[in-house]
């Protein structure tokens, strides 16, 4: 996990005018290979205040581009040997908030000081995610993605309607 410092910090919060703006998503993908063991996979994923309808779009999209990368790497040799010895670790965490802001068309009367008019009030769901999958083998990367993915939008949808 030191390769990836913002792991654990999904319950970091921003105000409220960022949530309104955009999300901050930092990812990577790493190979490793060694001569005695198959090639395996470091992926680390980091997202705050992505609006939660996104999630399940902005993680096909990201899984799909680290299992490209993954096997970009891994047809880029022929020889990948079996061994036991390498033990995945998967660490995920996810935060959900909601904001309020305030917005609306206010008219204040000079002549009695009477205020007309509306004012709306609009809830941001935002959703923090960190995802670290540390020596997985390349060729259980889609599947394993999928599962998260599956996983963390149910996860999603399941806190924002309890």
């Known amino acids: 996990m030191s390769n990836f410092p913002s792991?654990?910090?999904?319950?970091?919060?921003?105000?409220?005018?960022?949530?309104?703006?955009?999300?901050?998503?930092?990812?990577?993908?790493?190979?490793?290979?060694?001569?005695?063991?198959?090639?395996?996979?470091?992926?680390?994923?980091?997202m705050t205040n992505l609006r939660t309808e996104s999630v399940n779009s902005t993680l096909e999209r990201l899984f799909n581009y680290a299992v490209e990368s993954a096997n970009n790497e891994m047809n880029s040799s022929t020889t990948i040997l079996a061994s036991d010895n390498v033990l995945p670790t998967i660490h995920f965490e996810i935060d959900i908030s909601k904001a309020t802001s305030q917005g609306g068309n206010l008219v204040v009367d000079s002549a009695g000081g009477h205020v007309s008019g509306a004012v709306t009030y609009t809830t941001v769901k935002t959703a923090n995610i960190d995802?670290?999958?540390?020596?997985?083998?390349?060729?259980?990367?889609?599947?394993?993605?999928?599962?998260?993915?599956t996983y963390m939008a149910t996860a999603v949808s399941a806190d924002l309607n309890p």
């Open 7 to 46: 792991f654990g910090n999904a319950n970091r919060a921003a105000p409220l005018f960022q949530k309104e703006i955009f999300p901050n998503i930092q990812f990577a993908t790493n190979i490793n290979s060694s001569p005695n063991s198959p090639k395996t996979v470091i992926v680390a994923i980091s």
């Open 131 to 149: 995802i670290l999958i540390e020596n997985l083998q390349i060729t259980l990367l889609a599947s394993t993605l999928q599962r998260i993915k």
